[in-house]
């Protein structure tokens, strides 16, 4: 359950930090010194502006914020900015060497354990349970997130590698449940890591709906390709069909067709696109698409949080689709322990109480929902890590994929993007309204 004895909580923040900081170097050191300056797409920095990044960050919040040290570099403050700078210009900066952001990166962090060690987890908001702690852990970790696209976009061999999900059997369940309607409750005002946008808990009425069992698959999504989805306007939002027609789209990012088959290109490998995996690097845009196709619809944010959470036994809104305790590697594909998701139907154990899988981990899922902030918002500890981004220019995706690691993943995290981005790990699940005096 949610831990809140501060031993435990400090030694939980002493893992995370180190656990990011293993997955940061494993990221920055198994490419060749060039590709870490370089730039794989303009979507992405540089994979060593991520590092000092990283550490830039760990430094303002620990050192600076925490423990009141002055600057270390203040010089470089703004190059780390990332609203100062957009991806697509941060080559051409004065970027520390690879050498230098290691051990910038390396020296604030050998502080920030001392630190942690000295700070007590009571008597500020920054670090009341730790929370500055933990939010710099999940900060790093999103950030070897989006270092994980970057080698997703990069060309050439295969620098990363892990072992495949263990093959699953068949899922032998419906497609689709029913969640009956009525309240729950949204968000959270007790899990000490939660960032500010997933505060505070709230009630929410949320009439019946059905909603998937299981992610959209590549065969599914196949389907939708071969019956000339990409050609038929009436599938497509207004700004989906342009995106579509704009960019000559017709399959899901990194795929191509070739022989009669599809192949996709997945970290610097190309491979026969595999049928029972959820589809992956599609746009909102597809996502709508699809689920308009299918006589379907996405769910909304909220739905996705009451399937994801709401323990109908109890009337509890739970940590998890299985209930209070962590993730583990049976419960949930996340943490790059694999570089792709598990076939749907996979992780038995970790299924909700209605029965809907892979909620958690896998592929985001796209919602239907603009990124907005819940009654009661407050920004903490900085606008822009949510605050900015509210209003309508970002969806929603919910559940986390394998490349999130579960110290920035619980039932109540919340990302966003713009609806025509598909380089992030994202894929989705339908859904369709019930009506209100369906019984399960
Ligand atoms: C929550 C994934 C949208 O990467 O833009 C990292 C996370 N914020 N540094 C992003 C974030 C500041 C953010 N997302
Ligand atoms: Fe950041």
């Not at 590549?218 to 989906?240: P, S, V």
């Not at 940590?319 to 943490?335: H, I, K, M, S, V």
């Not at 993007?417 to 992030?424: G, K």
Request: hydrophobic share 35%; glycine share 8%; aromatic share 10%.
């Amino acid at each position: 359950g949610t831990v809140s004895d501060p031993d435990a909580l400090r030694q939980r923040a002493l893992a995370a930090l180190l656990a990011a900081r293993d997955r940061t170097s494993l990221l920055t050191t198994c490419v060749e010194e060039p590709e870490l300056t370089a730039q794989h797409s303009p979507l992405m920095s540089p994979l060593v502006w991520d590092l000092a990044h990283i550490g830039n960050q760990e430094e303002m919040w620990l050192l600076r914020a925490v423990a009141g040290r002055d600057a270390m570099r203040p010089e470089i403050d703004g190059l780390y900015d990332a609203f100062e700078h957009p991806r697509s210009e941060r080559p051409s900066l004065p970027l520390l060497a690879p050498a230098e952001a290691r051990r910038y990166a390396a020296e604030v962090r050998g502080r920030a354990l001392d630190v942690l060690q000295s700070t007590p987890f009571r008597g500020s908001p920054l670090t009341d349970a730790g929370f500055a702690f933990g939010m710099i852990a999940q900060h790093e970790q999103q950030h070897d997130e989006t270092m994980l696209i970057t080698h997703q976009l990069r060309a050439g061999p295969t620098a990363l590698t892990a072992p495949d999900p263990a093959p699953a059997p068949p899922f032998g369940g419906p497609s689709e449940v029913l969640v009956p309607g009525g309240p729950f409750t949204m968000g959270t005002s007790t899990e000490p890591w939660a960032l500010d946008n997933e505060r505070p808990a709230h009630h929410r009425l949320v009439p019946s709906f059905y909603i998937d069992t299981t992610p959209v698959t590549n065969a599914d999504y196949e389907r939708f390709i071969a019956d000339g989805g990409y050609e038929e306007q009436r599938w497509w939002a207004a700004a989906g069909w342009d995106m579509v027609r704009g960019n000559g789209l017709s399959a899901p990012l990194f795929w191509r067709r070739e022989g009669g088959q599809w192949l996709r290109r997945h970290f610097g490998t190309v491979e026969a696109v595999p049928p029972d995996e959820p589809v992956l690097h599609v746009s909102w845009y597809e996502a709508d698409a699809y689920a308009r196709w299918a006589g379907r619809r996405l769910p909304s944010e909220e739905e996705w949080e009451k399937a994801a959470r709401h323990d109908p036994a109890t009337d509890r809104s739970m940590r998890y689709p299985w209930g209070d305790a962590d993730p583990t590697p049976e419960r949930a594909n996340l943490g790059q322990r694999h570089l792709r998701p598990a076939p749907a139907g996979s992780y038995p154990e970790g299924e909700s109480p209605l029965g809907v899988r892979q909620l958690i981990g896998d592929v985001w899922e796209w919602t239907s929902s603009d990124f907005l902030p819940y009654p009661g918002f407050a920004a903490f500890p900085y606008r822009e890590y949510s605050d900015v981004f509210f209003g309508g220019d970002y969806k929603v995706l919910r559940g986390g994929a394998f490349s999130v690691d579960e110290v920035a993943c619980r039932g109540t995290f919340r990302n966003w993007d713009h609806p025509v981005r598909r380089q992030i790990f994202s894929g989705f699940r339908t859904a369709r309204d019930a009506n209100p005096t369906e019984a399960p």
